[in-house]
């Protein structure tokens, strides 16, 4: 391969200009196409990056025509939710590297074709679950690996987002697009955080969900059981006024609060049982911040391994498969892994 990653955009609706902009000053990136049914909302990504429009050479509707025509070394996926599998396994066949937005699939069945395929061909395949590369996280879950604040046994994740309102009428709330509602949508990502810094292996999954009156869900709980007994309570309601989150993880010895973009830990006090010593984490403590985007680049040419990889998204759509079910019988579910 040459230096230049070449890439080609499967996909160019709001969320390629959050992927344009973690590119820009990436200059081993280099934007050769993009194809979208709405060939207009292509033409105007590839104007805003230099590109010449040049229909069937530089901007397509039909991304396999892209594929056929384009010199390409990757692809970033960007369609719809349940579109994903087959571009990320059409493109694989194709000998092509893929960055792919989440939830990588909708079903279990589709993760495990993805991963089978990644093996067969060698190439690599990143899920753009952006947090995995935010220093606030990649400090807590340095915590959890080296174990500097006790035990984990319970982890509290909530987000909130005008999602129901801001997505009315689009494909997001189509089921037959979107495999879900807020949970598959901006929900994965907290599944994959919570997964992530874990550690453990998600057994069993409990869930209440609600629709608010829409297509598909709008507002979860989601309790986690772990195979080492730990427990995860994810809360994701779509019905809010507006954005916003925190995380709380408690360990043997600690509690941690993330919320605001800030760390406050709080130590078990000695000499008072039910007390708590805070203090919140500077800014220089946390790692260096990184993107997908720029770390897709990086994987691609063998700089670095693969912080986000399919087997992961396999256990973020397995617990959200579980989810459904179990708030459809109203039952406990096993975690298919």
Known sequence: ???????????????????LRNLKDVKEAKIVAFADPNIDSAKRWAEQVGLQIKEGKTV?????????????DAVIVLSPHSAHCEQILTALDRGLHVLTEKPMVVK??????????????????????QRRFMP??????????????????????FVGQGWQRGTA????????????????????HIVDIVLWTAQAK????????????????????????????????????????SFFEHHTFIFSESVVRLEHGKIVIGKRRQDQPWGAE????EQSEFPPASNPNRHFIDVVL????????????????AVTEAAYKSASIGQTVKVRL
């Open 202 to 241: 998600p057994a069993q999954v409990t869930a209440t969900i609600s629709n608010n009156g829409a297509p598909v869900e709008i507002n979860d709980i989601v309790g986690i059981q772990f195979s080492d007994g730990s427990l995860a309570s994810i809360v994701a309601v779509g019905s809010a006024i």
């Open 136 to 157: 606030q996280f990649r400090f807590i879950r340095e915590q959890v690996i080296k174990g500097n604040l006790g035990e984990l046994n319970f982890i509290e994740a």
């Open 169 to 188: 009428n689009t494909w997001r709330q189509d089921p037959k697009l979107s495999g879900g509602g807020f949970l598959m949508d901006t929900g994965s």
């Open 108 to 129: 279990v069945s589709e993760a495990r074709k993805v991963i089978a395929a990644a093996k067969k061909s060698g190439k690599v395949v990143v899920v753009g679950y």
């Open 278 to 281: 805070w203090k919140e984490v």
């Open 60 to 72: 397509f509707s039909d991304w396999r025509e892209m594929l056929d025509k384009v010199d390409l």
């Open 302 to 317: 063998g700089r670095t391994e693969n912080e986000s990889p399919p087997e992961d998204a396999l256990k973020v759509i």
């Open 1 to 19: 391969m040459s230096r230049k990653v070449r890439l080609g955009f499967i996909g160019a609706g709001s969320i390629t200009g959050m992927h």
